[in-house]
């Protein structure tokens, strides 16, 4: 199998705010693994150190056996990583195309095309809108986009914070549908979620977190039957 | 099914067309207006319907607009709200009189002079560009609004404790809070807070119309080069740009220092257009009327921005007699900029204005244009 995505003992603060306190985990290739919690937990928080943008004060992360803890954050995106923010952080002025393109920014030249043909693919309802100005998509079609664009550097990691996030059910069933197609053929996700039960239902493992630390862990089954998670995180 | 999306992506061919064309079209209008405004100035000085005080202003013309153009490099296209183009402006404007007086017992010819000058400005200004822009580019909106500033006003009272003067061995002599002793007044390069004297004027009209047009050529390459969508996209939204890859630091220190040294360029050609110069025509209201300019214009919109340089620069000189009021103009237009573009009510009148005017344009400009539109409204 092979592990992607090794995370040991982080720490990881916001001035003299400790947000996270020691949080260990890694992601096995070919994996769903999602990271659940409530609000403020430090769900995003963890995303972002492992994506470069803040840093840990300890421990290490290691991507593919290399250590990536002091990697700046645009090479670690060419290295393989992934991150899809919270809250569809799209171009809005630009088109769903030039979007996309723009997601490719550190992709070899020649594999535009085929990760731009992939990324229409899976998402048909951006095909149709190719030269639609991004910021009038609606916001499941910009949360796709926003997902579409990150495949467009051909990540060995997808990290995906809340992409559920105010959407109506059908919408959230097709997101979490495509994050499953995605996930088969070939890219390892790392995914943060509030919608606990979606959430457990398509990971292969799971960890929760609680106010900086991890109380659970186990695969997505144990967890979603487990009476902890059940009464803080699926309502009884 | 690969193969048949494969195809489909021949279309981005077609879309990268599209963006050529609104490139072309900023081109087009933007050198369009260089040369007009060069040709009917020229025109109206040989036929003596332009008298010597406008004339006088030929040069602070091209020197402003290429200050608009620059500054709308950071605060358009980058994005970030710089207050101290005027510092650039200094530190360009005093290399190029040093350099300038130090080559002339050794360099006869005055335009090779004069361009190695504009280099060693710009190498300096983008040197200062640099020096700041690494620290305070992490800072963001009025934060670094707030240091430009700052570094504008330390410029300009670094500037009034420089003294500079070549003795008679041609030998370069510096002091630093103090005057030089034991030379003659003509001697004197920079004397603190009363700045350059004795400068031999090398600026003219069409060495100052080209240098604008180097300073269009540069920013409208990079906007219109993969890092200049770089640059644009983090300005558009810095959390997508990160989340893409792009190094957010590298491509604001970009914008950042490509704008400086080009205001340093300026800022020589300036100082090469009159005989005695003060560090105080460097203040911050020179800065705040360079983003005047910018403002006026439209932020982002390099013309508009020519455009409001240009013709603020020669109003105050044409209505010489109300010269007093401009500033107070200034504050005025400024003002009704601001209810402009902040007001909803107001905005959607004007846009309703410019919906009706914008038919009519599209007619009368050509093919190419039409094909540009029509992909938008595609869009
Ligand atoms: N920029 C910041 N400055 C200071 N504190 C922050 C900052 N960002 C997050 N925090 C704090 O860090 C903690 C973790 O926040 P984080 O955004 O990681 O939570 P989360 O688990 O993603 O929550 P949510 O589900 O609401 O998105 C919170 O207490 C939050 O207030
Ligand atoms: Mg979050």
Request: hydrophobic share 45%; proline share 2%; aromatic share 8%.
């Amino acid at each position: 199998m092979g592990t992607v995505l090794t995370v040991k003992n982080i720490n990881v603060y916001y001035g003299a705010i400790h947000a996270i306190k020691g949080i260990s985990f890694d992601v096995n290739r070919g994996e769903i693994v999602t990271l659940i919690g409530a609000n403020g937990a430090g769900k995003s928080t963890t995303l972002h150190t492992v994506s470069g943008l803040l840093r840990s004060k300890t421990g290490d992360i290691e991507f593919l056996g290399e250590s990536i803890s002091h990697t700046a954050a645009h090479k670690i995106v060419s290295m393989g990583i992934s991150h899809v923010p919270e809250g569809r952080r799209i171009f809005q002025g630009m088109t769903v195309q030039e979007n996309l393109e723009m997601g490719a920014f550190v992709t070899k030249q020649d594999r535009i095309p085929e990760n731009l043909a992939y990324v229409y693919e899976q998402f048909p309802r951006l095909k149709e809108r190719t030269s639609q100005i991004a910021g009038t998509l609606s916001g499941g079609e910009q949360q796709m986009l926003a997902m579409g664009r990150a495949l467009m550097s051909d990540p060995e990691l997808l990290m995906l914070d809340e992409p559920s996030m105010g959407l109506a059910p059908i919408l959230v069933d097709q997101i979490f549908e495509i994050i499953q197609n995605l996930n088969k053929a070939g890219t390892t996700i790392l995914l943060v979620e509030q919608n606990a039960q979606m959430a457990l239902s398509v990971a292969d493992r799971a960890y929760v977190i609680e106010t900086g630390k991890i109380s659970l862990s186990g695969t997505g089954e144990e967890l979603a039957r487990s009476d902890e998670v059940r009464k803080a995180y699926l309502g009884g | 099914m690969a193969e048949r999306i494969l195809k489909n992506i021949s279309t981005r061919g077609l879309k990268n067309a599209v963006k050529g064309n609104e490139y072309r079209k900023e081109a087009l209008i933007s050198y369009g207006i260089l040369i007009i405004g060069y040709i009917v100035l020229q025109l109206g000085a040989s036929v003596g319907l332009i008298g010597k005080h406008l004339q006088g202003q030929f040069v602070p013309i091209c020197v402003y607009v290429a200050l608009a153009i620059s500054l709308n490099l950071v605060v358009g296209i980058s994005g970030e709200l710089s207050l101290g183009h005027a510092g650039f402006m200094a530190v360009g404007a005093f290399t190029g009189i040093i350099v300038m007086r130090v080559l002339e017992p050794h360099l006869g010819i005055m335009p090779i002079r004069l361009i190695i000058a504009l280099i060693f400005a710009a190498i300096m200004a983008a040197i200062a560009g640099f020096i700041i822009g690494v620290p305070i580019l992490s800072l963001r909106g009025d934060y670094l609004a707030i240091v430009t500033l700052a570094f504008g006003e330390i410029v300009r009272n670094f500037m009034n404790v420089l003294y500079f003067a070549l003795d008679e061995n041609d030998h370069l002599k510096f002091a630093f809070n103090h005057t030089i002793d034991g030379i003659t007044n003509d001697q004197r390069i920079l004397t603190g807070a009363i700045g350059a004297t004795g400068v031999t004027k090398a600026a003219t009209f069409t060495g100052a119309m080209l240098l604008t047009a180097f300073t269009l050529f540069v920013v409208l390459n990079l906007k219109n080069s993969k890092q200049g969508r770089a640059i644009m996209a983090i300005r558009d939204n810095r959390i997508a740009g990160e989340s893409i890859g792009l190094d957010v630091r590298k491509y604001k220190l970009m914008a950042f220092v490509v704008s400086a040294a080009l205001a340093g360029m300026a800022g020589c050609m300036f100082g090469q257009n009159y005989s005695t110069l003060a560090p105080v025509k460097f203040n911050f209201n020179t800065s705040i009327l360079i983003l005047v300019f910018v403002v006026l214009g439209g932020i982002g919109n390099i013309w508009g921005g020519m455009i409001a340089a240009a013709l603020l620069t020669i109003l105050p000189e044409a209505f010489r007699q109300f010269a007093d009021y401009r500033m107070l103009t200034y504050a005025i237009v400024l003002i009704l900029v601001m209810i402009g573009t902040y007001n909803p009510t107001f905005k959607a009148r004007i846009n309703s204005v410019i919906d009706k005017i914008k038919p009519k344009k599209k007619k009368d400009s050509g093919k190419k244009n039409k094909k540009s539109k029509s992909g938008k409204e595609v869009a």
